[in-house]
């Protein structure tokens, strides 16, 4: 676990250092937080039917929990830079939670989800850094981005789908598409 933390500590300064933000408005969440957040999200989103699901890992992919599927807004086939119209999406003065799936070799040690909170604007930046680099040579992971309200979740997928769950997100942008 000491590996993990010092990697997301070196990976967060390193975003920092390259797009010229500040720690204020994009950060990794405090480790005493990550637990409740993560916990959180899981217990609205993730699919908990079949063992298997029980995590976020493969929720992109093969559905979120049955509760949040009835509030599934929609599935959007999207290039890498489809985070420059979250201005669109989303509000731009809105926090949110932006969780990397660093994914796990052996499923039966749980996932590994890095999770920062941001600003819309500096989100972007961080996408558009670690778009250029592969995840700072980390690889093309899936990530997800989350309302800190919990209210909707937006899940980006390496087969280059978003999907769409909860309320308050205005999607007008992807149905002329």
Known sequence: MKKVSCDLFQFENELIARCNISKNNFHKVRSSQWKDIYQTITEKYADKTKTWKNGLHWANTNGYSPKSMKNLLGCYSVDYSWYSLLPQIISDNTMVYFLIDKGN????????????????????????????????????LDYYIISKKYTWLIGFNHHDIISCLGEGLNLDCFQNK
């Open 105 to 140: 070799r052996d499923w039966y040690f749980g996932e590994i989800f890095w999770i920062f909170e941001g600003y819309v604007p500096e989100l972007i930046k961080v996408l558009d850094l670690l778009n250029d680099t592969a995840f700072l040579l980390h690889g093309w």
